[in-house]
């Protein structure tokens, strides 16, 4: 729509960036947060706040969450022509939901960090939110990993053949979105705000390298072809999950029997 001259708000914002499960709300499916938040989380949030701001937030965020769910749902049943209560779905909802609320109240204790615009991070600042991002991936990586699964069984299963090389790879991933995080997330408040006025040729340099690194990536994995090794968690098999964006479970029960 952008390349039709249509000026439209970004859908998402770099949501494997997040540094916090609020951060990953915020980011991810920006219509969808947008929509959720003015028909169920705000209504309920203005009802309920003369009682106090903890049983505004917790009841306001409950009741959001439940609607989002409801409404995936509807979306799969619309879709698939069913619809089935997992106990996967239900456990990824309900811990996501308590992660938001929890970081929610956190926030609204410690106040939510903002950054001025003049202003870069410190060296203390820049680890801790590295830290973060790699944290809030992780965790998102493995609800992702369990909502994906049809069983809870099924999940345990698939996690059960993970080895060295699961762990390699992991780190490597984690690795990447380090890196990105300094790439797109740290380094953009030193040198764009500052620097790209002493040097725009410079600054416009990075732009477009920040804009290209990620299409260099995604043609580098799903071209890439590695020799097999033993186990179910290879590197191929990491190759084949990108490229096609399905869940492995059915070609480890081919392997299993």
Same mark, same amino acid.
């Given at each position: 729509l952008l390349l039709f001259g249509f000026n439209l708000p970004e859908t998402h914002k770099r949501y494997f960036l997040a540094a916090s499960f609020t951060d990953y709300w915020?980011?991810?499916?920006?219509?969808? #947060?947008? @929509?959720?938040? #003015?028909?169920?989380?705000?209504?309920?949030? @203005?009802?309920? *706040?003369? *009682?106090?701001?903890?049983?505004?937030?917790?009841l306001a965020t409950i009741w959001a969450f439940t609607m989002t769910w409801a409404l995936h749902l509807y979306q799969t049943g619309w879709l698939k022509g069913e619809a089935p209560m997992t106990w996967t779905d239900i456990l990824f909802w309900s811990i996501l939901a308590l992660c938001v609320l929890?970081?929610?109240?956190?926030?609204? #204790? *410690?106040?939510?960090?903002? *950054?001025?615009v003049s202003k870069g991070y410190s060296h203390r600042e820049a680890a801790i939110i590295v830290l973060k991002t790699v944290a809030t991936f992780t965790c998102i990586a493995l609800l992702w990993s369990m909502w994906c699964t049809p069983t809870l069984g099924e999940w345990f299963d698939v996690? =059960?053949? =993970?080895?060295?090389? +699961?762990?390699?790879?992991?780190?490597?991933?984690?690795?990447?979105i380090a890196a990105a995080t300094v790439f797109y997330?740290?380094?953009?408040?030193? +040198?764009?705000?500052?620097a790209s006025k002493a040097a725009p040729a410079r600054a416009d340099? @990075?732009?477009?390298?920040? =804009?290209?690194?990620?299409?260099?990536?995604?043609?580098?994995?799903?071209?890439?072809?590695?020799?097999?090794?033993?186990?179910?968690? +290879?590197?191929?098999?990491?190759?084949?999950?990108?490229?096609?964006?399905?869940?492995?479970?059915?070609?480890?029960?081919?392997? =299993?029997?």
């Open positions: 915020r980011r991810i499916n920006i219509y969808w #947060k947008d @929509f959720i938040l #003015k028909i169920f989380y705000y209504p309920v949030y @203005f009802r309920l *706040k003369s *009682k106090g701001p903890l049983v505004a937030i917790g929890v970081n929610s109240l956190w926030e609204m #204790k *410690k106040g939510r960090q903002r *950054k001025l996690l =059960s053949h =993970s080895d060295v090389t +699961t762990l390699g790879l992991g780190l490597a991933v984690l690795a990447v997330e740290i380094r953009p408040w030193s +040198t764009s705000r500052g340099m @990075f732009a477009f390298l920040r =804009s290209v690194a990620p299409l260099l990536l995604v043609l580098v994995v799903a071209t890439v072809r590695l020799p097999a090794g033993p186990g179910y968690m +290879t590197a191929p098999a990491f190759v084949d999950a990108v490229n096609t964006g399905d869940s492995m479970t059915d070609q480890l029960a081919e392997r =299993s029997r």
